[in-house]
Every structure is written in structure tokens, then in C-alpha cells.
């Protein structure tokens, strides 16, 4: 039997355990378990850290199973690799192994006002004040104003980081320091990739950054070990898989750009999940976006290895603009179904719909966007709505593909996708249409798993897995062409655009007080103002 590894895929609505094999890439088996968001105020997004390692275990425990039932023995699982939704923030008592709060989800919304702050204090009022260090705009989107707030507004964490009990982490870090014993020895790190979407890593340097540490007053020593996104972190001390080491970890769009074999530069690709993110290999130098897309850390395969970086259009909703027609208004009973009412109607018939829930990420930027629906008549029915919501997914895929082809300078001639939603073929025609482009889809469409299952097979000390591209197997594919003609495809994007524009400056905030974001420094004097040299800090 052929070498085996194992990914977890911990997303923002669900965690998958896939087990492939490492010399044809074969899935071998999998299982998935639906995670629970929960709302508590407008704007807000949490998730239950407790739940997502139940998850965890419950996934990894029913594919294990599965691979009993078809004669496939689990030691030959040599691997384990680990792929989150990045952003996510975690804080943790080390003594005890319990969150100290909810995971606070990419997509919350509550630090708005502090970011408004933020970017008041900063020379020129520039929201990109942090870029040069960071790719980054100061947004509410990124891990440390997230911490920076439960640092603000829940007692148990500013009490656990004056004890030196508390640990700040990504889904990643939780999920490996739980996995590599938790309070008994457990590992505390995270990869460059999830490192670089909290705002406090430097990108140049690869490592955590004293002064962007210093600007949000968080307190470097809760901050995870950063290493490379292909090496043996630690070992799994519990379950069927004790004793076999965790070697890979990447954010789940970086994964999926080595699922999908983009190792060169100008390669790219976009996963439709929850939100949208396409990604453009830039090689080993970060190249900076004058067009609102990000400067990321791809991954960096191995300690010795040089990282590679990519430019960034990060859309927050895509499937979850189907989730919530399902859940909130109940338009339709599954996620499957918007497939047909969409196909029943085969137009918007004038309907644009801008899913700004959590504002608008690239290339705006703009967290005071709200969602708008545009152009309703008493004609329009739920079919159409459908339709404009599968519209909305490609018409913002659009606007970052744009974006990136002037950032870059070469147009893509294709768009290789990945991701739940490339299941729903009206979706992926519809964005074939609006490109104008042809849109790749592979037939094995776990890219995002795959990737860091690579990463984790190719690790030094594992090596089952050859990341040499003459030993890549070969992915088929499916092509969808254009079928409409530019002009009308032009057309209805001006239309889009026009609806966005309308989206925006909706939700304002008042001077922001402690409830709502903006807390006091924990040594009592103001934090966002430009970096300068650290206050004595009391009880850190």
C-alpha cells in the first residue's frame, strides 16, 4: 500500500478530515462535520473553539472508520496536515486548556469603530499606513484588532495575559497545540501564512514585528512560534493517529494554491467558499497592489526554503450569500436548490444584489458598505433573486480579477477555480460569461485539503509526498467557455458596479466607547497612535 496523509480542513462552516494517497493523490476517504456560527449582536460572528475541536476528532474518528470498512490500514497514515480559515482569533489559558472567549470569525464586523480610530490617527488618515510591513490595509477583517478587542472587553483574557496563562492563536494554532497535547506539552505555533493576515508580521523579515506589536499593544510573548508551512511541528498524542507527526500547516487559500499546482509565478486561482479569494503567485518577491488587492505570504515549503508570496482579492461573501438566502429568508430548503430556481429564471431580469454583510473587501476596502438589492419590480420573484445572488458571486470575482491583471501587468487567458460552490454549473458559466475568460475546474475538487496534505507529505523527516513538478500527477479538468459576448457581459458588470456604489457609507459609527471596540491600553495611555519606542509595561 502506498504511503497515505491525512489533511484537516477546518473552514468557516464546516471541518473535513481527507486522507490521500501520497503517490497518485488519490482521496482515499473523508468525513465532514457542519460547524455552528452564532450571531450575539449585529455585526458579530463567533464560533465555539471547544466545538471545533469536537469536530476535529469526530472527523478524524468516522474517516478512520471508513478506512477500516474498505481494508485500509490507518498506519499507513504517515502524515498529518492542517489547513484553517485564517484570521479567526483565538485566546486560550495554557494551564488549563480552556478558550477564554468565543472564536472571533474573519468575518466580524464589531471593531469597525476601532478601525475607524486607527485609521483617524494615522498620517494622511491612510488606511494603508501598515501596508509596507504588513500587505495589508488596517481593516476589521485581520486577526489584531481582534485581539486587540478581547484584550479591551473580556476580563478572563487581560487577567490571563497579566498571569502569563494566556496564548493567542489562529484556528491552526489551536487546533495543533490541542492536537500535540494542549496544557501537557502541547505545540504552540503557527505557519507564515496564517501569520501574515494578523497585521503583526512583518512580511520581509518573516517574523512577528516588535513595532506593529507596540502599535496595537498586544504583548509579543502570547504570540505563537512562527515556522515554515512544510515541517514536523509535533506528534499526535491522542486518538487512532498517537505518534504520527503534524508536518504541514497553510491557510486554507494558500493550501489551495498548492492543490492546484500554482508553483509558478503568474499562476493563479480563486476558491469559492464562504467568501471568495483569488490568489496570483508572485514568487519570491511581494509585490505591492496599487488596486486594493493584498501582498500575502503564499508559503514558505520548508525550513530552508525561500517563501513565496501572492497578491490577494479577498471577497468576504460568496456561499454565504446562499446560506443566508437558505437560513434567513428561506428562499431555498438547500444549498443545491438555488442551482435550479436560478436556472428556472436564466436572468436576474434587472435584480442586483451586493452582499456587503461584512462591508466590502477588495478592492474597496470599505466596512461601511452594507447589502443592497437593486432594481426590484413586481415582476421579480425569488427565482430571479436566485439569480442575482449567483450573479454577485462572479460579478465580485470580476472586480479583484481586474484588479489583479492591472496590478501584474499580464491578463489571465484562464481562471482555474476550486471550492464548495464550483459544484453549481450555472455558477461556474455565469462566471465564465462575466470574465469573458474560460473558467478551469478540476475534477477532484478538494484542492484546498490536497495542498497542505503535500505540504505535510513533502515534509523533511515524512517525505512520502515529491513536490518536484516531473512527479505532480496530472489533475483533469472540466472547461467552461463564454457564451455571451462581451458587450452584454460589460453591460451588466456597469450595472454591478453601479449597485456597489450604492452600498456604500451606509453604516457610520459614533465615537467609539469600550462595548463597541475601542477599549483603554492596559498600562492606561492610548495605543494606535504611529509606532514609537514601548512604555514600561505594567504587569506584562
Known amino acids: 500500500m502506498d504511503p497515505l496523509v491525512a489533511a484537516i480542513d477546518q473552514g468557516t462552516s464546516s471541518t473535513r478530515f481527507l486522507v490521500f494517497n501520497s503517490k497518485t493523490a488519490e482521496l482515499m476517504s473523508h468525513h465532514q462535520v457542519e460547524i455552528k456560527q452564532s450571531f450575539p449582536k449585529e455585526g458579530w460572528v ?17 474517516t478512520c472508520e471508513k478506512l477500516h470498512q474498505l481494508n485500509i490500514d490507518i498506519s499507513n497514515i504517515k502524515a498529518v496536515g492542517v489547513t484553517n480559515q485564517r484570521e479567526t482569533t483565538l485566546v486560550w489559558d495554557k494551564e488549563t486548556g480552556e478558550p477564554l472567549y468565543n472564536a472571533i470569525v474573519w468575518l466580524d464586523l464589531r471593531t469597525q469603530s476601532t478601525v475607524e480610530s486607527l485609521i483617524n490617527k494615522a498620517p494622511s488618515q491612510n488606511k494603508n499606513h501598515l501596508k509596507a510591513k504588513t500587505g495589508l490595509p488596517i481593516s476589521p477583517y485581520f486577526s489584531a484588532v481582534k485581539l486587540r478587542w478581547l484584550l479591551d472587553n ?3 483574557v487581560r487577567l490571563a495575559v497579566r498571569s502569563q496563562r494566556a496564548l493567542f492563536g489562529t484556528v491552526d494554532s489551536w487546533i495543533i497545540w490541542c492536537l500535540t497535547g494542549g496544557e ?9 501564512s496564517n501569520a501574515s493576515r494578523t497585521m503583526l508580521f512583518n512580511i520581509h523579515s ?17 504570540l505563537p512560534e512562527v515556522r515554515s508551512s512544510s515541517e514536523i511541528y509535533g506528534w ?6 498517537a505518534g504520527v507527526p503534524i508536518s504541514g500547516c497553510l491557510g486554507d487559500q494558500s493550501a489551495a494554491l498548492v492543490g492546484q499546482m500554482c508553483f509558478q509565478e503568474g499562476q493563479a486561482k480563486n476558491t469559492y467558499g464562504t467568501g471568495c479569494f483569488l490568489l496570483r503567485n508572485t514568487g519570491r518577491k511581494p509585490l505591492t497592489s496599487d488596486h486594493g488587492l493584498l501582498t500575502t505570504v503564499a508559503y514558505k515549503l520548508g525550513k ?31 444549498s443545491e436548490e438555488i442551482e435550479k430556481l436560478a436556472a428556472a429564471a436564466g436572468t436576474s431580469y434587472g435584480c442586483y444584489f451586493v452582499p456587503a454583510f461584512s462591508g466590502l473587501y477588495a478592492p474597496y476596502w470599505e466596512p461601511s458598505a452594507r447589502g443592497i438589492i437593486c432594481g426590484l419590480t413586481q415582476f421579480t420573484n425569488r427565482n430571479h433573486l436566485a439569480f442575482a445572488a449567483l450573479e454577485a458571486v462572479c460579478f465580485q470575482t470580476r472586480e479583484i480579477l481586474d484588479a489583479m491583471n492591472q496590478d501584474s501587468g499580464t491578463h489571465l487567458s484562464q481562471l482555474q477555480v476550486d471550492g464548495g460552490m464550483t459544484s453549481n454549473r450555472l455558477l461556474m458559466q455565469l462566471q465564465a460569461d462575466i470574465l469573458c475568460i474560460p473558467v478551469v475546474k478540476p475534477t477532484m475538487p478538494e484542492t484546498t485539503a490536497l495542498g497542505v ?7 523533511e523527516g515524512v517525505g512520502v509526498w515529491s513536490l518536484s513538478p516531473s512527479d505532480l500527477p496530472h489533475a483533469t ?8 459576448n462581451c458587450e452584454e457581459s460589460e453591460f451588466r458588470f456597469a450595472r454591478w458596479k453601479k449597485a456597489v456604489q450604492r452600498s456604500m457609507n451606509w453604516e457610520t459609527t459614533e465615537p467609539c466607547c469600550n462595548a463597541n471596540g475601542l477599549g483603554e491600553k492596559m498600562n492606561g495611555a492610548a495605543w494606535g497612535a504611529p509606532p514609537t519606542p514601548p512604555p514600561t509595561r505594567a504587569g506584562l
Open 236 to 241: 499526535m498524542k491522542s486518538s487512532f493517529l
Open 304 to 334: 530552508n526554503e525561500p517563501a513565496c508570496y501572492a497578491l490577494e482579492g479577498s471577497v468576504a461573501i460568496a456561499g454565504a450569500v446562499v446560506r443566508w438566502l437558505k437560513d434567513n429568508l428561506g428562499i431555498v430548503q438547500s
Open 206 to 222: 518573516l517574523d512577528w514585528d516588535p513595532e506593529l506589536c507596540r502599535y496595537f499593544d498586544i504583548p509579543m510573548e502570547i
Open 453 to 459: 496534505a503535500m505540504a505535510a507529505g513533502a515534509a
Open 154 to 156: 473580556v476580563e478572563e
Open 46 to 62: 463567533e464560533e465555539d473553539p471547544k466545538e471545533i475541536m469536537q469536530s476535529v476528532y469526530e472527523c478524524m474518528e468516522r
Open 477 to 484: 479538468s472540466e472547461k467552461f467557455q463564454p457564451q455571451i
Open 184 to 192: 501537557n506539552g502541547g505545540v504552540h505555533c503557527t505557519d507564515v
